[in-house]
């Protein structure tokens, strides 16, 4: 089975402060995605990667950056929070060899910022 | 820019009837992927549509994709309590694994 595993369930922040959120996944996938996700607007697609120190931008990457330094570790950075980036952040990865390249979620942080 | 539009956002049935949720999408896609969720828990794959006219079912869900309406459904049939959940479709941009995903679905099933 996929595993998908993020840092934390709940984080709670200060506004200003650094924020890291990580994510691994240990079926040696390509494919490494954030989405944030708020009530009534689904998913939202932050950052996404195909490979390591490959990053592309999603619908929504204001205010955020990424890094992937490892091939199953994928970070979120909220470089100086703000309470706007309270939300759900989930984190997915897939794989280019799978003909249904299906994307596995992690069980998602639920980060408060004040 | 695409947009992946679902109806109805809420949902509230009783056990046994059948209904049908739809996934309404703005660009030419042919790759589309249903997930369910929880409360307070993580997305679970349930089907991937690749091409027109796809049909999938898992017990009492059935899916279907029509590229050429871009539409999506997800069939109830003789809904059970246990299908509680928030379901949500996505549409993939041109197979590169972007994925718009509609505003999803609360579904609820009283006994």
């Known amino acids: 089975d996929v595993k998908v595993t993020q840092s934390s369930r709940y984080l709670v922040k200060r506004t200003g402060e650094k924020v890291f959120l990580e994510c691994v996944q240990d079926m040696d996938h390509e494919n490494m995605f954030w989405y944030r996700q708020d009530p009534g607007l689904g998913l939202r697609l932050i950052y996404f990667?195909?490979?390591?120190?490959?990053?592309e931008k999603g619908d929504i990457p204001e205010g955020y950056s990424v890094s992937r330094e490892k091939k199953e570790r994928f970070s979120l950075i909220l470089e100086s929070a703000s309470t706007n980036q309270t939300s759900m952040y989930l984190c997915?990865?897939?794989?280019?060899?799978?003909?249904?390249?299906?994307?596995?979620f992690g069980p998602g942080t639920r980060l408060t910022v004040l | 820019e695409l947009k992946v539009e679902q109806n109805p956002l809420f949902l509230s049935m009783q056990e046994g009837k059948n209904y049908t949720i739809y996934c309404n999408y703005s660009t030419t896609s042919d790759r589309l992927y249903w997930y369910r969720q929880d409360p307070g828990k993580s997305l679970e794959s349930l089907f991937v549509?690749?091409?027109?006219?796809a049909v999938k079912q898992e017990g009492r869900l059935m899916a279907s994709l029509d590229t050429k309406a871009r539409l999506s459904t997800l069939h109830i049939t003789a809904a059970v309590h246990d299908l509680s959940a928030t379901y949500f479709c996505a549409v993939d941009i041109q197979g590169a694994q972007k994925l718009v995903f509609g505003q999803g679905t609360r579904l609820t099933i009283n006994p």
């Open positions: 997915a990865s897939s794989s280019w060899t799978s003909g249904r390249s299906t994307q596995y």
């Open positions: 549509l690749l091409s027109n006219g």
């Open positions: 990667s195909y490979d390591v120190k490959m990053k």
